[in-house]
């Protein structure tokens, strides 16, 4: 069972995770790499037609947010896409710990995303790699897929999950 949760962000949560991202990046990294995005999440919290969502990946044992997630539900609920994540500056340190960590916190994001999708009703799940990094996870995820009464394919950078037909 996975230790995180997505939930979705009330006007306090989004203000305490703020605040404490801020506290652990320190005032001027904060304001180079996550001020914008903390102020475009403040103004999509909540489900918007044809526009993504800022979500919270809540850390059930720590009680914080690990990580915000940029998702678009589409029309009808027919198509859920990860398009970012975005993960605490607690993560920042590069060691065998935290690379550990971030793996761990991508893969259960993954599968949350997944299942939240799925369980929605969505014919589509589609994950983006943004990045290298997430590409290779997604492609390490596609190559190890096995969930009945779905297929998963890449489109481009999109790792797609369908539910059978």
Known sequence: M????IRQFTK????????????LAGEDEFALEYLPFFDWCHTHMTHKEGDSQAWELFNKDTHQCDAIIDLVNSKNGALTKLLKLYVTPRLW???ENTRE????LYVDTFVLVIQKGLL???KDVKLYGRTDMMLSMLRSLHAHWAVPKTTAEFQGRFFTVSMAT
Do not use: D, P, V
């Open 2 to 5: 996975s230790k995180y949760e």
């Open 12 to 23: 306090e949560t989004l203000e305490a995770a703020q605040q404490r991202w801020q506290g």
């Open 93 to 95: 340190e590069h060691n």
């Open 101 to 104: 960590q971030i793996i761990a």
């Open 120 to 122: 929605a009703g969505a």
